[in-house]
């Protein structure tokens, strides 16, 4: 079984910038998709990006397009999620999560069976 546990979460101003890291244990990351996602108190969960298990097809949920960058070291077993020109409305709980296939539909990514506890991230205005 998968296990991912989330880092780099944190409290950031207006502007600023964090990078998440995930790492994976107990299987063959390098056959994963792997993805990011967040939920804000009171909301739902939403997509933020996935990759797939080469890290040559990257996707992304449309509120993160050009703000954040999804990448993965399958020597490391992670993958990381970088986030520029952070805004409060990004304050959420940040969770990593993992799938042996995965179905980008556009807008939002299904599939995902493994999940990480989370890591917060909190945008001060």
């Known amino acids: 079984q998968v296990q991912l546990v989330e880092s780099g979460g944190g409290l950031v101003q207006a502007g600023g910038s964090l990078r998440l890291s995930c790492l994976a244990s107990?299987?063959?990351?390098?056959?994963?998709?792997m993805g990011w996602f967040r939920q804000a108190p009171g909301k739902e969960r939403d997509f933020v990006a996935g990759i797939d298990w080469a890290g040559i097809g990257t996707y992304y949920g449309d509120p993160m397009k050009g703000r954040f960058t999804i990448s993965r070291d399958n020597a490391e077993n992670t993958v990381y999620l970088q986030l520029n020109d952070l805004k409060p409305d990004d304050t959420a709980v940040y969770y990593c999560?993992?799938?042996?296939?995965?179905?980008?539909?556009?807008?939002?990514?299904?599939?995902?069976?493994?999940w990480g506890q989370g890591t917060q991230v909190t945008v001060s205005s």
């Open positions: 107990g299987r063959s990351f390098n056959t994963l998709v």
């Open positions: 999560a993992a799938a042996t296939s995965a179905r980008f539909t556009g807008s939002t990514m299904t599939g995902f069976q493994i």
